[in-house]
């Protein structure tokens, strides 16, 4: 069992930036891999899109187009929290970001059915 939490969302403009973490607790943090995917408005009951993902050692990150060069994930297995760094944000960024893990993947992914633990996502608006 993983138990995960986000936090960090809020209200901020176009250009402006926000760090999102997500507290996790249970099966031992370091040997899985995370990632962080988000929903739109409107979209709602549908598959939730990729932003980023890290593997389990905290070597390899893979990203979504859209965020290349602008986001950053991390990890710190000493505080068992995963991070996700947003700059110049731009208002199709708006969304509910989930904090994603599954114990059985250790190498970074960008498909929500490999992972079955989601946190209960915190929202991040931007407006311009």
């Known amino acids: 069992q993983v138990h995960l939490v986000e936090s960090g969302g809020g209200l901020v403009q176009a250009g402006g930036s926000l760090r999102l973490s997500c507290a996790a607790s249970g099966r031992r943090f370091r040997t899985y891999a995370m990632g962080w995917f988000r929903q739109a408005p409107g979209k709602e009951g549908k598959e939730r899109d990729f932003v980023a993902s890290i593997s389990w050692s905290g070597d390899s990150t893979v990203y979504a187009d859209s965020v290349k060069g602008r986001f950053s994930i991390s990890r710190d297995s000493a505080n068992n929290t995963l991070a996700l760094r947003m700059s110049n944000l731009k208002p199709e960024d708006t969304a509910v970001y989930f904090c994603?893990?599954?114990?059985?993947?250790?190498?970074?992914?960008?498909?929500?059915?490999?992972?079955?633990?989601w946190g209960q996502g915190t929202q991040v608006t931007v407006s311009s």
């Open positions: 994603a893990a599954d114990p059985s993947l250790v190498a970074a992914s960008r498909t929500s059915r490999d992972y079955d633990y």
